[in-house]
C-alpha cells in the first residue's frame, strides 16, 4: 500500500535515520536492497501539476473526476495528492574506504488517500512499478548467517572489518 510506503520510508528513513531493507519489485523474483536514501515530490493528481507543497497538490475526493481508482477508494478519504518520489540504494557497495559505493535511483509514482484531518489513510499506486515488501532489524540488531552463528567472529558490525573477514 503506497500509504504504508510513505510513512514508513519518511519515518524510518528521514525522521529516524534508519535504513531498512526492501523489495524493489512486485513481482515473483526477490530483489532486497538496503535504502540509502529519498526525495518526493507532489503532483495535483487531477492536473498532474508539480508541487514542493502539499496544499497545492490536494484534491478533494468529489472534485477528483479522472479518478481511474475510484471504487477502490477508502470511504474515509477526503483528499487525494499524488507522489513522485526517487529513491537510492547501493548496486556496489564496498567495506573499504578507499573503493567509492555506487548507487542506483529508481522512481515510484503514486497517490495518497487523506481523511479530514489530513492523515494518510491509503493510496494507489500508478504503475506495477511499486516495492512489494519491506523489513529491517531492530536498533541493535545485526544479521548473521548460519555459518556465523556456529562460528561467531569477533566484529561489533560498526568498526573496520577484521582481516580474517574480508
Request: hydrophobic letters at 35%; a negative charge.
Amino acid at each position: 500500500n503506497p500509504g504504508t510506503w510513505h510513512m514508513a520510508i519518511v519515518n524510518q528513513l528521514g525522521v529516524s535515520g534508519r535504513s531498512f531493507v526492501f523489495d524493489a519489485t512486485f513481482d515473483f523474483q526477490v530483489w532486497n536492497y538496503p535504502i540509502n536514501s529519498y526525495q518526493y515530490s507532489y503532483f495535483n493528481p487531477q492536473t498532474f501539476v508539480e508541487s514542493s507543497k502539499l496544499a497545492g497538490s490536494m484534491v478533494k475526493v468529489t472534485d477528483f473526476t479522472i479518478d481511474k481508482f475510484k471504487r477502490y477508494r477508502s470511504p474515509e478519504a477526503k483528499y487525494i495528492v499524488g507522489v513522485a518520489m526517487q529513491y537510492a540504494v547501493p548496486t556496489r557497495p564496498s567495506e573499504r574506504a578507499s573503493v567509492k559505493s555506487t548507487f542506483h535511483t529508481g522512481k515510484y509514482v503514486y497517490d495518497l488517500e487523506l481523511d479530514a484531518d489530513g492523515a494518510i489513510i491509503g493510496g494507489e499506486w500508478y504503475s506495477n512499478f511499486h516495492p512489494d515488501f519491506i523489513w529491517n532489524l531492530p536498533p541493535d540488531g545485526r544479521t548473521a548467517s548460519d555459518a556465523e552463528k556456529a562460528n561467531p567472529l569477533a566484529w561489533d558490525g560498526r568498526s573496520p572489518l577484521p582481516s580474517e573477514i574480508q
